[in-house]
């Protein structure tokens, strides 16, 4: 082989069907968030709580910063991290992705992509906008099904890599030859 061909090799390339997957996942997470936003903004827009289950209730709040109203007024900021973290996950993906991986992916992508929306378009001006948030569980932050994506996508990312991690070194010493006898 040459050398030419080496490096094209070695080279990552541009693989649209790497991204089919991931890109359904996200556009799905990205529908069901706005529907349920939009739900929470007809529903619970005069100010009343509906009661679910527990602790659990629908509380219509608006979110000018970051995960669990952490960071206010760090909307503009957030919307250009979110869009950096969407574009880097597009590039990073390719064929050789595991299944857990392109899941994850799939659901950190949808999940920027729904809160970034909100960063968009709700708002009086260009990136100043509020995230519609809406599960309140009353003794943890109040969310919605954005944040659970990314939080799920995150965690399913973080035990690929761990588990990724721990099969290297396994097919590596299996690559190893053995010592011949004498």
Aim: aromatic letters at 10%; hydrophobic letters at 50%; proline letters at 3%.
């Amino acid at each position: 082989m040459s050398d030419i061909e080496d490096q094209k090799e070695s080279r990552p390339r541009f693989d649209l069907a790497a991204w089919r997957i991931p890109l359904l996942i996200a556009l799905g997470i990205v529908v069901f968030d706005q529907l349920t936003k939009q739900w929470a903004l007809s529903a619970l827009g005069d100010g009343r709580d509906i009661h679910v289950i527990w602790t659990l209730q629908w509380n219509l709040t608006f979110n000018s910063g970051m995960a669990f109203s952490r960071g206010e007024g760090l909307g503009p900021l957030i919307a250009v991290a979110a869009t950096l973290v969407i574009v880097w996950l597009l590039l990073s993906l390719n064929r050789d992705a595991t299944k857990m991986s392109i899941a994850g992916m799939g659901l950190v992508i949808g999940g920027a992509a729904g809160n970034l929306i909100d960063r968009l378009f709700r708002g009086d001006a260009w990136l100043r906008g509020a995230v519609v948030d809406f599960i309140d569980f009353q003794w943890f932050p109040i969310f919605n099904v954005a944040d659970i994506a990314i939080n799920v996508g995150a965690g399913l990312l973080i035990l690929n890599a761990f588990l990724q991690s721990r099969r290297a070194p396994a097919e590596s010493e299996s690559d190893e030859p053995e010592a011949e006898s004498a």
